[in-house]
């Protein structure tokens, strides 16, 4: 059995689950999430849990076990307390800013660069090197989030670009000077 798959899925107060043959809908405070699962995976929705099991041990059914839980976990946590993700803006003369609901970078391009966000995303810039980007869909918040990171990856020698605010970027020695 999936040590993950096996927990049942716990419903906060505030938050309602219904589900239609193999579509759930969660609604929270913080909004509402729609999500269709296999239909070989069983989904049962009690009073204060949602329990999910599946039909056999096949390997794809194994794994679709743990993976539905986990999926049905973050929607819940989702509309309950939603999902943030800080990037970090690192070298001189790299900033970020809001303008309007759209981001702002200027980020050693010959150009500035707005991204424009999905109106399910959130994006804040409160400093100029560090941009939050928060939303009730965690899929969704981590794909923007590594979206403005490609836009200029942090590079190892001198640590500039943009990066996760906890991750950590392994630096290279620069050259030497040969005699």
Not at 34 to 53: M, P
Not at 60 to 81: D, F, K, S
Not at 161 to 171: A, H, V
């Amino acid at each position: 059995m999936s040590r993950i798959g096996k927990k049942p899925v716990e419903i906060p107060e505030g938050v309602i689950i219904t589900k239609e043959g193999n579509t759930l809908t969660v609604k929270g405070p913080k909004g509402e999430l729609k999500n269709s699962f296999n239909s070989d995976i069983s989904i049962e929705v009690k009073k204060d849990e949602v329990v999910v099991t599946r039909p056999d041990d096949s390997k794809e059914h194994r794994a679709l076990h743990g993976l539905t839980r986990a999926l049905i976990q973050n929607m819940v946590t989702g509309v309950h307390t939603s999902y943030s993700k800080t990037l970090d803006i690192v070298g001189v003369g790299y900033k970020a800013e809001m303008k309007g609901k759209n981001l702002l970078l200027n980020i050693g391009y010959s150009h500035p660069i707005y991204f424009m966000p999905s109106e399910e995303i959130t994006i804040q810039a409160p400093t100029q090197t560090q941009i939050i980007i928060s939303g009730i869909d965690k899929q969704l918040v981590g794909q923007v989030a590594a979206k403005i990171r490609s836009i200029r990856k942090p590079e190892p020698y001198k640590g500039k670009g943009i990066k996760y605010s906890d991750e950590q970027i392994q630096r290279k020695a620069g050259k030497t000077a040969g005699t």
